[in-house]
Every structure is written in structure tokens, then in C-alpha cells.
């Protein structure tokens, strides 16, 4: 759409449609002020929730004169634009972003930001509610007409989120390094076609290649640049409460997934406690089973709603407990009594990925060459090594049906000295 620059200045010159929208922008200090950030956000989900489009900023609407965003604000346009999408609106909304110079009436170069919104495959809500675009305007939409959409969107919805595109992030993006592991003998040769065939790219629409949500998480450095939230908030507290003033560690674990996974391990297996025990020869017991633990960051991380950019996965370390956070509800019809009997994949791409993904912890000690295990095995392992330590059994439970905790116990030496 535009594709050129003349399309693009020939669209400008005849004004906002369904598919174009013009903004001019005010600042104040090194951000912008005006228009406001929930009416850009309504905007923004109208236009996704509609067709595809482009924003313009830095063109003003009325006059459709090119105004121009100063250099020096360019990239304070662009953050305004990516916290827009990431944080105000639900779920998150990928959009293509880029800084383009067009000449003014004056003949004058000017700068602005063109935001291009693909058509959703889901339905999006704004601070305000949710829209549509009809023409230049947006509209809050009636209770029918969003019962048919949502409707016809997960009718159609054939692609989970974790196979999603992201367009605002180059196909260079994805590392050769993180992704040679996953090539096999009967892998093609050519390296888009093997990255496609593998999902870790993925066309758009308009035949664009762009990274899919699971190829940024798994095959590149940088994960949280693109997608807020995916890391791992690690915190170890010196006792049993929530409370920074008896904090003993925090790290935020950032990284490709599996070297998150692997960092996590680690950082319950440093600050944990091990206990010495005299019954009948001395021997150490672990505060935690560290398959367990391992079993339950890869649950974690595999099964995470990534569509939730407003959370992350937190790992809770205390002296009587461990908890872990993960974003998002049980998926499809499970409950938490069948978790330790039934399988179901929210991330179906991803979880295939990590069980192709060598495991890359030199401590580990359990029967594993692949970081997923697609078997099921992993709750049981979880719930059975875990009591055996502590005499208690793991509990899960549910927050606000937005997020799964896991709480295992710690060991308990005096039961093992009786």
C-alpha cells in the first residue's frame, strides 16, 4: 500500500480515507503532548480492526500540509508509537514503523513517521472500547456487530499468535547462530525458504517477509526490543515475604528463549539453599528440586500468553517457597486438577521449536537432550520430585484468570532428620 514515495505524497495531497490517516504532532520537552496517547490508541485498533492502513505523523489533516517531525524527535516519535501499540492497546498490535523524507510544498525535505496496521487476525480493544473505521472516521462498535466479528475473527484465525509476523522488525533480525541448530540433513538449502519452512519467517499479506513472534523469541538476541515483556523478572528474597528491604538477588533475564530458560535454572540453583544432613551418614539435600525447577521454567516459558505484553514471567524465590508467575490462563478446556494428566499447547510453533532445542545446562541431571519434552511428563515430574523433598505437594492456581502461579515448596530437613 503506497508503496512508493510519490504514491504516498499523491495519497497525502488527496486526504484521509479508510486507509490513511494524517496527524500532526505537539510536543512538549523531548515527548509528545498532543494528539493524546488513547486517542492515537483508539485510532490505531479502529484501523486494525478494519483493514489494513497507514498513519502518517507529521502531516497536518486539515491543510494536508507536511509539517515535518524535527530530527531530534524522531526517535522519541517512534518509542510514543511502539508503547502505543505494545501497552494501551489489547492484545498487543504489530505495526511497521519508519522514519521516511518528503519534500514539502516549499521543495523543503521534511521528515515523518509512517505507521503501516495490517488488517488483525484479532479483534483489539483501545482504551476507549472498541472500534472500527468506516471511512476517515472511527466508530465504537455495537454489541452485534462485535459479537460478529469476534465471530468471524477466530473462524478464521488459522494462525496463533506465537506464528504471527511482526512487521515493524527486519527478517535480518533472526541470527544464523540461533538458528543453524534447528537445520537438519533434509533441511533446504536456501536459508529464507528453510526459515519460512520452520516459521521463524513468515509472509504477510501483501507477500512481505517479516519475523513471526516465536522467530524473534527463539532465533534472535535482542527479544525484548521487539516484544516488551518476554523476559524473566528473577528475584530471591532472604525470607518468607514480598519486600524489597530483604532482597538477596534480582537479575531481569533477557536473551534468546532458551538462554533465558537456562539462566533462570541458574539463578535458582545459586541463591537456593542446601542442607547438610546427619541420618544415618551425612548427606545434602537441595531447598528445591532442580528438575522440578527446570520443568516448571520451560512450562512457563513455552505455554506464556505473549499476546500479554503488560506481564512477564516472575520467578520468586524465598526461604520456605518458590513461586513462578506466567502469563495467561489455562488453555482451552483444561483445568489445574487435569494439568498433571492432560496436554495442550498455547504455542504450538514454539513448543516444537524448544523440543528441537539442544539443552544447554551443564548442571542439569535429568534424562534430557531436548529442552521440551512433547510427552506430557513435565507437571508429574514437577508435582512428584517436589513432594518427595518437601512433604508437600506443589499448588497451582489461577490470578484474575490472567496468570498461572506455581508454588513449590521448599525442603524440609527436619522431616528428613526423624
Not at 514515495?5 to 488527496?14: C, G, N, P, S, V
Not at 502469563?327 to 496436554?343: A, E, F, K, V
Amino acid at each position: 500500500m503506497f508503496d512508493t514515495t510519490d504514491e504516498l505524497l499523491r495519497q497525502i495531497r488527496l486526504g484521509e480515507d479508510s486507509s490513511l490517516e494524517l496527524k500532526d504532532l505537539r510536543y512538549k520537552g523531548n515527548r509528545v503532548a498532543e494528539p493524546r496517547r488513547d486517542d492515537i490508541a483508539d485510532e490505531f485498533a479502529a484501523m486494525a480492526n478494519s483493514a489494513a492502513g497507514v498513519f502518517v505523523f507529521g502531516v497536518d489533516d486539515k491543510s494536508k500540509t507536511i509539517a515535518g517531525i524535527p530530527v531530534d524527535k524522531l526517535e522519541a516519535v517512534e518509542t510514543w508509537v511502539r508503547e502505543i501499540c505494545n501497552d494501551s492497546i489489547n492484545p498487543p498490535l504489530f505495526c511497521r514503523i519508519r522514519k521516511i523524507p518528503l519534500i514539502n510544498g516549499g521543495g523543503e525535505e521534511r521528515c515523518i513517521v509512517r505507521v503501516d496496521i495490517p488488517r488483525s487476525i484479532f479483534v483489539h480493544k483501545s482504551p476507549h472500547g472498541y472500534f472500527n473505521r468506516t471511512g476517515s472516521s472511527k466508530r465504537e462498535m455495537e454489541p452485534d456487530v462485535l459479537a460478529r466479528l469476534f465471530q468471524q475473527r477466530s473462524q478464521s484465525r488459522l494462525i496463533r499468535f506465537d506464528e504471527q509476523v511482526v512487521p515493524s522488525v527486519s527478517k535480518n533480525t533472526l541470527d544464523r547462530n540461533l538458528w543453524e541448530k534447528f537445520r537438519t540433513p533434509l533441511s533446504p538449502s536456501g536459508d529464507e525458504e528453510f526459515l519460512c519452512k520452520m516459521k521463524l519467517l513468515s509472509q504477510n499479506e501483501d507477500g512481505e517477509v517479516f519475523p513471526t513472534v516465536s522467530g524473534i523469541l527463539m532465533a534472535s538476541e535482542k527479544p525484548r526490543e521487539y516484544l516488551a515483556n518476554a523476559f524473566i523478572q528473577a528475584v530471591a528474597y532472604r525470607g518468607t515475604e514480598r519486600n524489597a528491604a530483604y532482597q538477596l538477588d534480582a537479575r531481569d533475564i533477557v536473551g534468546p528463549l532458551d538462554a533465558q530458560i537456562a539462566a533462570a535454572y541458574r539463578f535458582v540453583k545459586k541463591n537456593m539453599r542446601v542442607y547438610a544432613v546427619k541420618n544415618p551418614a551425612r548427606r545434602e539435600i537441595p531447598q528445591f528440586s532442580m528438575n522440578a525447577v527446570f520443568e516448571a521454567l520451560v512450562n512457563a516459558a513455552a505455554h506464556r500468553d505473549y499476546s500479554i505484553q503488560s506481564s512477564k514471567i516472575r520467578v520468586h524465590l524465598f526461604a520456605d517457597r518458590l513461586e513462578i508467575f506466567s502469563p495467561g490462563t489455562i488453555t482451552n478446556t483444561m483445568t489445574l486438577d487435569s494439568l498433571p494428566l492432560r496436554q495442550s499447547a498455547r504455542n504450538e510453533l514454539l513448543t516444537s521449536l524448544l523440543a528441537r532445542c539442544p539443552l544447554n545446562i551443564e548442571s542439569y541431571t535429568g534424562n534430557r537432550e531436548f529442552i521440551m519434552d512433547k510427552r506430557g511428563e513435565g507437571v508429574p515430574i514437577i508435582l512428584v520430585e517436589s513432594k518427595k523433598l518437601s512433604g508437600l505437594r506443589p499448588e497451582y492456581r489461577l490470578i484474575d484468570d490472567a496468570e498461572l502461579m506455581l508454588t513449590i515448596y521448599a525442603a524440609n530437613p527436619e522431616r528428613e532428620e526423624k
